[in-house]
């Protein structure tokens, strides 16, 4: 087994680089690709400055513009919302298996200002944004109306910010690529579990291209009917393009819960996917994103 460091990128280790371009591209099969970076990018909208976990690559263009990426932890604790800014990756190869490792180090806060200047996190604002976001996601209905002024919002200045703080740990993530996707595990044992509420695995990828939702239970939405941030309680759940030859799957397990998102706000938001919510008390997390390359009939 052969192993290289690609860098840790601005985390409290020191920086070494042996891939040059700072990103290493895994082939996966006809017309698909996944790509990991050592630093934030792509530096696409509102996610540009976090750290990004396995981008999907068709036609040898990546397609994940303001998502995530797959299997990227988020975590939640009583103060506030703690996302990566920094990481160390480092990949491993078998034979013809690929294996990625890559540390993200739980550094980084949201923040909003006013024309990228004054910050207006003040408690009445946060209490008002806080309120409207939770009707958003909780409250389908209200999308009608609150989706214009978060429009708003937008249009007047106010940007999402994410700055570095002091870190709360880290979560090592294990990408194994596979014939059809990834085998994905979380390592939560050296993140600080004080006051930590719950952790999520985000799967994000571009919603320009992935516009249609689909389960087990026959369920299918395209865009803003998929909803912002929904339970989902079913054996499987798939995002596709509206035609079904590229889509990207994700199983109901036991012990957390699966939410799947889409939002698309030009100019600020572009990203759709699923995400597990787990327990802080979890050592370790599981799963597997399967990813489909035809005109589709079932998962």
């Known amino acids: 087994m052969t192993y290289g460091s690609l860098v840790n990128s601005a985390g409290p280790r020191e920086k070494v680089h042996l891939f040059r371009e700072g990103f290493y591209t895994l082939p996966l099969g006809r017309n698909l690709a996944f790509r990991v970076y050592a630093d934030s990018r792509p530096h696409n909208l509102e996610t540009a400055r976090l750290q990004k976990g396995l981008v999907l690559m068709f036609n040898e263009k990546e397609i994940i513009e303001e998502g995530m990426g797959f299997g990227v932890p988020v975590a ?7 996302f990566s800014g920094s990481a160390q990756v480092s990949s491993s190869e078998d034979g013809k298996n690929k294996t990625i490792l890559k540390h993200f ?22 209490l008002f944004s806080g309120s409207l976001a939770s009707t958003y ?11 214009p002024l978060i429009k708003l919002r937008n249009k007047v200045g106010v940007r999402t910010h994410f700055t570095k ?3 709360r740990g880290e979560v090592t993530v294990t990408y194994k690529i596979k014939r059809n996707g990834l085998d994905i595990t979380a390592d939560l044992t050296k993140l600080n579990k004080n006051h930590c509420r719950k952790v999520l695995l985000l799967n994000e ?8 939702f689909f389960d087990s239970d026959s369920l299918s939405f395209t865009d803003e009917k998929i909803g912002a941030w929904d339970l989902i309680k079913v054996d499987w759940a798939c995002f596709s393009n509206l035609d079904n030859t590229l889509s990207f ?25 699923m995400g597990y919510e787990l327990s802080p008390n979890l050592d370790f997390f599981n799963y597997k994103v399967q990813i489909h390359l035809e005109k589709m009939k079932n998962a």
């Open 76 to 82: 939640i604790f009583s103060d506030k919302t703690y």
């Open 165 to 167: 703080v002091e870190s």
């Open 249 to 273: 799957c994700l199983r109901g397990l036991p012990n957390c819960r699966l939410f799947r998102g889409r939002e698309h706000i030009r100019g600020r938001l572009a990203w759709a996917g």
């Open 137 to 147: 996601r909780d409250y389908p209905a209200s999308r009608r109306v609150i989706f």
């Open 105 to 126: 180090f739980m550094d980084t806060v949201s923040r909003k200002s006013w024309k990228g200047g004054v910050y207006v996190d003040n408690p009445l604002y946060k």
């Open 205 to 212: 990828q571009g919603s320009t291209f992935f516009r249609k």
